[in-house]
């Protein structure tokens, strides 16, 4: 069965600083992976995914991701965040394991001091 | 593109009550997802519709919930007998059809239902 897990479960980080959000997966077939950003009250909005080709993906706000397949990781980066980026983060993964459902991570919340 | 919308946004309910929680989709999108999230804790898989036919339901569905779609257009979900532990945020979420190769279209997701059971 698929699964994710991301470690840290709040990282605080200076405005301006950059910041890593660690994400790894567990599957044995292929597998589709994704982040979401939740802001308070909100629903989930998709920042990035990764389907196939280039293991860099960019997504909105300025965040891009790495896919990993031999260390099974999809971490998500950005080098100078802001304020506004304070939110709780959520990596998950798709694939044949999960019949194409999406299994998200427990969620990183990101809080952004000025 | 009006996003996918909930209703209502908050519930407060007394045990034994039962609910009814609405979502419409992002209209043309054939796929429709309810997820639970508790405080913590990311969304929670539910249940799942391809057009009308609900295709599958997590065993976190226990027989308290039920799901529909008719027509395939919005959908309900109701829990009968509310419990304490029901109390969580609801969320729906919608995909457009895809035409060949393994199914990847990325969810798009309401703001939810907050239900407290007192």
Redesign the interface.
């Given at each position: 069965a698929q699964s994710?897990t991301?470690l840290d479960?709040q990282v605080p980080v200076f405005e301006e600083a950059p910041v890593e959000l660690r994400c790894n997966y567990s599957s044995s077939v292929s597998v589709?992976l994704?982040w979401?950003v939740q802001y308070p009250?909100?629903?989930?909005?998709?920042l990035l995914?990764y389907?196939s080709g280039s293991t860099l993906v960019k997504g909105i706000n300025g965040f891009e991701a790495e896919f990993n397949k031999s260390q099974t990781s999809f971490h998500l980066r950005k080098p100078s965040v802001h304020i506004s980026d304070t939110a709780e983060y959520?990596c998950?993964v798709?694939?044949?394991d999960s019949?194409?459902?999406?299994?998200?991570?427990?969620?990183t919340r990101l809080l952004v001091r000025p | 593109d009006t996003g996918v919308s909930q209703n209502p946004r908050h519930k407060i309910t007394k045990r034994g009550q039962n609910v009814t929680f609405r979502c419409d989709p992002i209209s043309e999108h054939n796929r429709l997802y309810w997820y639970r999230q508790t405080l913590g804790q990311g969304p929670e898989f539910l249940t799942y519709f391809q057009n009308e036919a609900q295709l599958e339901k997590s065993r976190l569905l226990s027989d308290r919930f039920s799901a529909e779609r008719p027509k395939g257009s919005f959908s309900t979900l109701e829990i009968q007998r509310t419990e304490q532990g029901d109390s969580a945020m609801y969320l729906c979420a919608s995909s457009p059809p895809q035409i060949g190769g393994p199914y990847n279209s990325p969810l798009h997701f309401g703001n939810g239902t907050r239900l407290t059971v007192t």
């Amino acid at each position: 069965a698929q699964s994710v897990t991301q470690l840290d479960s709040q990282v605080p980080v200076f405005e301006e600083a950059p910041v890593e959000l660690r994400c790894n997966y567990s599957s044995s077939v292929s597998v589709y992976l994704f982040w979401y950003v939740q802001y308070p009250n909100q629903g989930l909005q998709l920042l990035l995914k990764y389907l196939s080709g280039s293991t860099l993906v960019k997504g909105i706000n300025g965040f891009e991701a790495e896919f990993n397949k031999s260390q099974t990781s999809f971490h998500l980066r950005k080098p100078s965040v802001h304020i506004s980026d304070t939110a709780e983060y959520f990596c998950a993964v798709s694939g044949v394991d999960s019949s194409y459902k999406l299994i998200f991570g427990s969620g990183t919340r990101l809080l952004v001091r000025p | 593109d009006t996003g996918v919308s909930q209703n209502p946004r908050h519930k407060i309910t007394k045990r034994g009550q039962n609910v009814t929680f609405r979502c419409d989709p992002i209209s043309e999108h054939n796929r429709l997802y309810w997820y639970r999230q508790t405080l913590g804790q990311g969304p929670e898989f539910l249940t799942y519709f391809q057009n009308e036919a609900q295709l599958e339901k997590s065993r976190l569905l226990s027989d308290r919930f039920s799901a529909e779609r008719p027509k395939g257009s919005f959908s309900t979900l109701e829990i009968q007998r509310t419990e304490q532990g029901d109390s969580a945020m609801y969320l729906c979420a919608s995909s457009p059809p895809q035409i060949g190769g393994p199914y990847n279209s990325p969810l798009h997701f309401g703001n939810g239902t907050r239900l407290t059971v007192t």
